[in-house]
C-alpha cells in the first residue's frame, strides 16, 4: 500500500480514536475541572459532545470546498498540527470554558474526514471508488475500537495522560503526511472558494442541484440515524436486557467494531465484484434490518454477541453509498461532496442519540405501558424502511 493512502487511513482512524481516546476520562476530568457531582458532569459531557458535533457539521462543507480550491495537502496538514495544539490545551485546561473550546476546535478539525475521502476519490478509478471507501470505513472502525481501550489504560496514568497521547498521535502523523503525501487536486481540477457553497446549506443546495443526490443524500442520513442506534443506547440497553457490566459492555462493542472493519477493509470488495454497488447497498440494508428486528426483542446477551457477525455486514451499505455518489459529481466537487456527507453523518450524530434516547427512556420507565428496551430498534428499523424505499425508487447509472 502507498504511503499517501497509508497517511490518509491513519488519519481517519485519529480522527475515530480522538473521540474515543478521551471518553474514559471525561467524567472524572470533568469533575475534577468543574466540581459538583457525577450528574452534573453527565451534564457538561452531553454538552461538550453536541458542541463536537455541530461543529463538525458546519465545518465539513467548508473544509471540503477549501480542499477543493487550495488542494487536500494544505488542508489536511493545517488541520492536523491544529488538532495537536488543541489536544494539547485540552491537556491543561483549568477550566470549563477552555475544554469548551478545545471541543469547538476538535470539531472543525475533525471535520477533515471530507478531505481524506476527497483524496481517496482523487486517486481511485471509477470502479473501485467504493471499495477504497471501504478502507477509510475499516480505519474508522478500527480507531473506534482502539480509541477508549487505550484511553482506559492511559486514563490510569491520570485524566490527561489521554490528551498527551492523542497530541503526540497527531504530531506524528504530521510529519508522515509532510514527508510523503503529494497534492491531487490539479489546475484542471481546482474550483475557486466560494462561501455561498461552503456553508453547509448552500452546500446541500449545490449537491442538491445534481440528479438523484438529493435523494441518496437523504438515504445516508436515515441510514446514519438508523445506525446511530448502536452507540446511542447499546450501554443501556445491554444493561437493561441483558444485565451486562461495563466489561462485557465494552467487549461486545470492540468486537463489533473489529467486525465493521473486517467488512469494510476486505469484504466489502467481494460484495461489490459479485452484487455491484446498487445491490450492495439493498443487501447490508436487509441485513441491518434482521438485526435490528432480532435485536428488539431477544432476550438472551449470548444471541446478542452472535448477532454481531450479521449486524457488522451491513456496514457495506456506507462505502457503497459513497461510491455510487462520488462517481455521479465532477472531479471538482469531490471534496465539496465529501464535506456535505460528513456533515449529514455529523448532523445524524445530534438527531440520533436524542431521538434513540428518548425512545429507550419512555419504554424502560417506571409505570411503561409496554417494557421493551430494544424499541428503539425498532425506530431504526422505520428509518431503514424508508431509506430503502427512497434508494429504490432513484435511478442512476450504477451497477
Do not use: C
Not at 386 to 391: A, K, R, S, Y
Amino acid at each position: 500500500m502507498r504511503l499517501p493512502i497509508v497517511f490518509i487511513l491513519i488519519t481517519v482512524m485519529i480522527d475515530a480514536m480522538g473521540i474515543g481516546l478521551i471518553m474514559p476520562i471525561m467524567p472524572d476530568l470533568i469533575v475534577e475541572v468543574q466540581g459538583g457531582t457525577l450528574a452534573e458532569a453527565a451534564l457538561w459531557g452531553g454538552v461538550l459532545s453536541t458542541v463536537f458535533a455541530v461543529m463538525q457539521f458546519l465545518f465539513s462543507p467548508v473544509i471540503g470546498n477549501l480542499s477543493d480550491s487550495v488542494g487536500r495537502r494544505p488542508v489536511l496538514l493545517v488541520s492536523l498540527f491544529v488538532m495537536a495544539l488543541d489536544y494539547l490545551v485540552m491537556a491543561v485546561a483549568g477550566t470549563m470554558w477552555l475544554l469548551l473550546i478545545g471541543r469547538i476546535v476538535g470539531g472543525i478539525t475533525a471535520a477533515t474526514h471530507a478531505t481524506a475521502g476527497a483524496y481517496i476519490a482523487d486517486i481511485s478509478e471509477p470502479h473501485k471508488k467504493a471499495a477504497n471507501f471501504g478502507l477509510l470505513g475499516a480505519a474508522f472502525g478500527m480507531g473506534f475500537v482502539l480509541g477508549p481501550l487505550i484511553g482506559g489504560l492511559l486514563g490510569e496514568l491520570g485524566t490527561r495522560a489521554p490528551f498527551y497521547a492523542a497530541a503526540i498521535l497527531a504530531g506524528m502523523n504530521f510529519v508522515l503526511g509532510w514527508f510523503v503525501m503529494n497534492e491531487t487536486v490539479t489546475d484542471k481540477t481546482r474550483r475557486a472558494f466560494n462561501w455561498r457553497r461552503a456553508n453547509p446549506f448552500g452546500a446541500f443546495k449545490a449537491m442538491a442541484e445534481i440528479p438523484g443526490i438529493a435523494r441518496l443524500l437523504l438515504v445516508y442520513f436515515l441510514y446514519s440515524v438508523a445506525i446511530y442506534v448502536y452507540p446511542a443506547i447499546w450501554s443501556y440497553y445491554t444493561q437493561a436486557r441483558f444485565d451486562w457490566g461495563p466489561q462485557m459492555i465494552g467487549l461486545s462493542l470492540g468486537i463489533f467494531g473489529i467486525m465493521m472493519a473486517i467488512v469494510q477493509g476486505g469484504l466489502i470488495r467481494v460484495a461489490l465484484k459479485y452484487l455491484g454497488e446498487r445491490r450492495t447497498v439493498v443487501a447490508g440494508k436487509l441485513l441491518d434490518l434482521v438485526s435490528f428486528g432480532f435485536l428488539a426483542f431477544i432476550t438472551s446477551g449470548t444471541l446478542a454477541l452472535f448477532l454481531t457477525p450479521i449486524s457488522a455486514l451491513g456496514a457495506v451499505v456506507s462505502p457503497a453509498l459513497q461510491g455510487i455518489m462520488s462517481k455521479s459529481v465532477g472531479d471538482d466537487q469531490q471534496g465539496e461532496l465529501q464535506g456535505v456527507m460528513t456533515a449529514v453523518h455529523a448532523l445524524s450524530m445530534i438527531v440520533s442519540p436524542l431521538m434513540m434516547a428518548s425512545v429507550f427512556a419512555h419504554y424502560t420507565r417506571e409505570g411503561a405501558s409496554v417494557y421493551l428496551p430494544g424499541a428503539p430498534f425498532l425506530v431504526a428499523m422505520v428509518l431503514l424502511l424508508l431509506g430503502l424505499v427512497v434508494f429504490l425508487r432513484t435511478r442512476l447509472s450504477v451497477t
